[in-house]
């Protein structure tokens, strides 16, 4: 028994002291970052230990998203910072890389082929791999390149790798030494940046048709429930259908087929401009900015 007892002192005290050295280490640091993320983003952190790494669930607008970490495969002490983001909008699979990344963090390119493209200045650094390269030239508008390259500059430019799946946008990237916070969150800020800019990309490419008689409010019904749009009106960001505020909430976005559009704001008032008012003049009503 006394052998037992002085055994379960010693696993105890090499238990304490591993826990002691992994708080003081890089590991400790990574936390240390992560919870700055979940403070910054208002997420739910995970905190790393020695069998696991430290990861963030954070919500962005409607979507939900994760920032992970684990070493990189076959490298010294490498680390690899993930985020993934939810998305609705594409439904085939692409990968874009910068041309020097490693295999280790390529993801399976199994069914996808190059992708050509005239951008000079993109195609220096990118790989562009698709199922569909026509979707995905339409979808790599200047708004989308220029996010990719922030992203790759942040904090430093290193190897990366951005998936495109039917339900998810992650983003791989090789991440220096440092483990501040306030580099992790201008990643995630620029990441979700970069899912912001494809999900307008991809609702530019959705047209609707609109009717050659005007709509007025009052004869309107909402597209959920059947009834007249009296009081309590929200339209859809994308395709300016109204709804009822509870009918939107209730379905979680737009009634529309096809539309798939999931941010609404209250209908505008428009403003009765006068005839012959210089538009450029102080005197002109100015336009708000939508919110």
């Known amino acids: 028994m006394e052998c037992v007892f002085v055994g379960l002192v010693i696993v105890g005290s090499f238990v304490a002291l591993a826990v002691a050295l992994f708080s003081s280490s890089s590991g400790g640091q990574w936390n240390e970052a992560f919870k700055q993320v979940a403070r910054r983003f208002h997420g739910t ?35 690899c910072v993930q985020l993934a983001i939810q ?48 979707a995905l030239r339409r979808l790599l508008s200047d708004g989308v390149r220029l996010a990719i390259e922030m992203v790759w500059r942040q904090p430093i430019p290193t190897e990366i790798t951005i998936t495109i ?24 800020e620029r990441g979700c940046a970069l899912a ?12 609707f ?14 597209g959920v429930c059947g009834d007249s749009l009296a009081s309590e009106i929200v339209v859809c960001r994308r395709c300016n259908t109204p709804h009822h505020r509870e009918c939107w909430q209730f379905g979680g976005g737009c009634a529309t087929y096809g539309c798939g559009g999931r941010e609404c704001a209250a209908p505008g008032v428009a403003t009765l401009i006068e005839p012959g ?15």
């Open 45 to 79: 952190l995970h905190p790393g230990g020695w069998f696991y790494t430290p990861s963030v669930w954070l919500q962005h607008g409607e979507a939900q998203a994760r920032l992970t970490l684990f070493p990189l495969r076959g490298s010294r002490g490498e680390k």
């Open 87 to 134: 998305q609705r909008e594409i439904d085939s699979r692409s990968e874009i890389y910068y041309y020097q990344t490693r295999e280790a963090l390529l993801p399976i390119r199994r069914g996808l082929l190059p992708v050509e493209y005239d951008w000079e200045d993109f195609r220096h650094r990118w790989q562009v791999l698709a199922e569909d390269g026509d």
């Open 165 to 188: 799946t039917p339900g998810w946008l992650v983003v791989r990237k090789i991440w220096p030494s440092t483990s501040r916070g306030v580099d992790l969150e201008a990643f995630v």
């Open 196 to 207: 912001d800019q494809l999900n307008l990309a991809a609702a530019a490419g959705i047209e």
């Open 209 to 222: 048709v609109a009717g050659e008689e005007p709509q007025l409010m009052e004869d309107a019904r909402c």
């Open 277 to 291: 008012l210089d538009l450029a003049s102080d005197a002109a009503p100015r336009l708000s900015k939508p919110r």
